[in-house]
């Protein structure tokens, strides 16, 4: 049975993304740790859509979870033919002040289980000559962030691997591409008890949806939603990186340098 796979469904831009494929006809099998949300997001999808909407409780930032999400699909007879990597979190402030355990997690998470699953379900799709990987990255992956230094680098990395696969698989049938939002509406800042970059225009995690579908129908190598954002990235291209760090130091130390210390927590509420 041909199904989309989406980590991370169970709030935010991935559910956005099951809501999206599930109207489209798609049957989808998310994958995040709370298990009430996605039983309920299942039996939605199921009830109102023609399709089989299915899920997969688990922690992907443990080093045993891709092998076994893999191993589950194959138990269930799923062909997945799009595999969306979002699962992903983020912390904010002083690097040396930042829970080191829970920086290392976050690579585990955005960048060890993406590749891990990214190496599982695209030999099977090349062997198919059919198949999508949408990896969800981030404006923050085009430059370094100072007081966001693990997460950008982590989204720096999946912008580079995607794009490097994209070209690698294009003779293969298969189209790997980047999604760069930015500031969106989520959970992801309460998840990590951060506060919202200062002035940067909101995005809904639809029209983070809306934008990776374009993307995938231009077949794009990487994607960013929202022209400002947009028009920020292109902008930088344009002056010296130490220029851009300089000036992102600048805006963020006020809330997340020395000076202020109640803001720059990290701490996980989820688990
Ligand atoms: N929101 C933004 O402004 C923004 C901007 C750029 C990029 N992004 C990226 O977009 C992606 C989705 O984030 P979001 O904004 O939609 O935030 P979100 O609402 O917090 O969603 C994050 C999702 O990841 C899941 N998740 C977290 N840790 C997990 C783990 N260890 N194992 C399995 N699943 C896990 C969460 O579910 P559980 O808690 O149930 O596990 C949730 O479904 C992330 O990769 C993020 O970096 C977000």
Known sequence: MNTTL???????IGEAFARRFAALGRNVLLVARSEDKLVSLCNELGRINSIRAQYVAMDL??????????EETERRGLVTDTLI???????????????????LEMIDLNVKALVDLTYRFLGPMRARKQGTIINVASTAGFQ???????????????LSFSEALWEENR???????ALCPGVTETNFFEAAQIQKPPGRA??????????????????????????TNLLMIESERLVPRS???????????????????????????KE
Request: proline residues 6%; glycine residues 12%; positive net charge.
């Open 202 to 227: 909101e995005q809904t995690p639809e029209d983070v949806v809306d934008t990776a579908l374009r993307g995938l129908a231009r077949g794009k190598s990487h994607i960013v939603s929202g022209w």
């Open 144 to 158: 370094p962030v100072p007081f966001m230094a693990t997460y950008a680098a982590t989204k720096a990395f999946v």
């Open 6 to 12: 989406i980590t991370g469904a169970s709030s935010g």
């Open 85 to 103: 990597n979002n699962a992903g979190f983020g912390s904010m402030g002083e690097f040396t002040r930042l829970d080191s355990a829970r920086e």
């Open 171 to 177: 003779p293969h049938g298969v189209h790997v591409m």
């Open 243 to 269: 220029f851009v760090v300089r000036m992102a130091g600048r805006v963020l130390r006020p809330y997340f340098g020395d000076g202020n210390k109640e803001t720059t927590g990290s701490k996980d509420t």
């Open 61 to 70: 930032s443990k080093p045993e979870s891709p092998a076994r999400l893999f």
